[in-house]
């Protein structure tokens, strides 16, 4: 779709890119990102992950299946702005309910298009992450860099909090004999269907949840789910895992969740390049050699290092793209993690025997 209306696009290190607007005329902040995947656009906008970054889809054409209610990972877009090379306001699939174009204005989300993201993508693989901002409202230059250089770094910053669910709910049959609480720090609901179709009583709970409080539910288990920002200064979730941990609970952490696992015991985290944020990211399980194709959606990572000289962690699972640690386990415990998304959405279903291996725990 053509507009008339230009947006700019200005990253920290001072690149310029030119395009069109799409969805709201606004201006937007963030850290930005790229996702590889070719389909499951409206799945990686509204995952909570993905707070305070500006997304970047490989993709040539995004929006040409259109958008529908129930294709969401949570109740609002999470991203901060959208870049993309052709945003289509046409879509092909009849059972949409609306327009891309229609989506991202209900949304209030700032996009641009008709950037050459491989140009871009190619600068952010080199350069690394780094904040942007994209305006279709304002054109002056020296106003947008004065505007970029307030914007904080994504480390050290505290997102899961703004994404939490802000009261307790449950989901599934209250009657069930397994019974797991949920420490939310912006989950995805996919995963909490994985574990409901599974039989399970889920209550999830807001970030900043007692142990005390969570065991008030009298759960069997314990899940320590994904989210945004830094895990390094989330000090109230790593005493909260600790104590589950000593519980002797089984225990499962997906994404920010491992890296709070591996944090609570001593290990140690730090911010990638550029992370990892795709649908076929290759990942070898050591404890059956099989290879995996995973959902990926991190810009921090647990320190492997660290995770080799810790006698009480062992390591589950490796990235056999640039051997990053994808996975652990707390040895004689219940405990395990993976820094990927065996809930699958979007992406291959190849990883949901972690689910079930979760739930045979109990």
Known sequence: METATKALLLLEDGTLFEGKAFGAIGTATGEICFNTGMTGYQEVFTDPSYYGQVLIMNAAHIGNYGAKDIDVESDTVKISALVCKNLSESYSRTMADES????????????????????????VRKSGAMNCIISS?????????????????????????????????TLGDENSSKRIAVLDFGVKRNILHCMVERGAYVKVFPAKTSFETCEAFSPN???????????????????????IVQSGKPLFGICLGHQLLALANGASTYKMHHGHRGLNHPVMNLQNGKSEISTQNHGFAVDKDSVLKNPNIEITHINLNDDTLEGIRIKDTKAFSV??????????????????DFLAMI
Not at 146 to 163: I, N, T, Y
Not at 224 to 238: R, T
């Open 100 to 123: 891309l174009q229609a989506y991202l204005l209900k949304n209030k989300i700032v996009a641009i298009h008709q950037v050459d993201t491989r140009a871009l993508v190619a600068h």
């Open 137 to 169: 409202e304002n054109l002056d230059m020296n106003a947008l860099r004065k505007q970029l250089a307030e914007v904080p770094s994504m480390a050290g910053l505290e997102l899961s909090s703004q994404v939490t669910t802000v009261e307790a709910y």
């Open 221 to 243: 288990a314990y899940f320590i789910s994904n989210g945004p920002g830094d895990p390094a200064v989330m000090h109230y979730a790593i005493d909260t895992v600790k104590q």
């Open 339 to 356: 820094q990927y998304h065996p809930e699958a959405t979007p992406g291959p279903h190849d990883s949901r025997y972690l689910f079930d």
